[in-house]
């Protein structure tokens, strides 16, 4: 079991990136899907998320309006699409399921609720 993100690079503020989590031995439609990032020296904070029934989604304040998070079932990916990169949007982002047991869709944001993690790819915005 293995998800695998890519996508990230250097980009100017205001451009565009798409990340992508792809799932690896297993079927990633059954599962809900969120997108974490980490600044240095700071917490790794929840940015997105789909739930696995209906495709709804989650975002933080920071990024809604601005991301939008879509899964490709035919793909077995989950994508994150960037627009209007801000400097503070630099980090290592990292997407995250949980395979065994329920979550708890009210706390998308926390760490806690997932146990299965990417190696994260590094998004970094500088002009």
């Known amino acids: 079991v293995q998800l695998v993100e890519s996508g990230g690079g250097l980009v100017q503020p205001g451009g565009s990136l798409r990340l992508s989590c792809a799932a690896f031995g297993f079927t990633l439609d059954y599962y809900a899907i969120a997108w974490f990032r980490q600044a240095p020296g700071k917490e790794r904070e929840g940015v997105s998320y789909?739930?696995?029934?209906?495709?709804?989604?989650r975002y933080a304040d920071s990024v809604r309006g601005r991301f939008t998070i879509t899964r490709d079932n035919a793909k077995n990916t989950v994508f994150l699409q960037m627009d209007g990169l801000k400097a503070e949007d630099t980090g290592l982002y990292y997407c995250?399921?949980?395979?065994?047991?329920?979550?708890?869709?009210?706390?998308?944001?926390?760490?806690?609720?997932?146990?299965?993690w990417g190696q994260g790819t590094q998004v970094t915005v500088s002009s």
């Open positions: 995250a399921t949980r395979l065994a047991g329920r979550m708890h869709v009210s706390r998308w944001y926390s760490r806690s609720e997932y146990d299965h």
């Open positions: 789909i739930h696995e029934s209906d495709d709804s989604t």
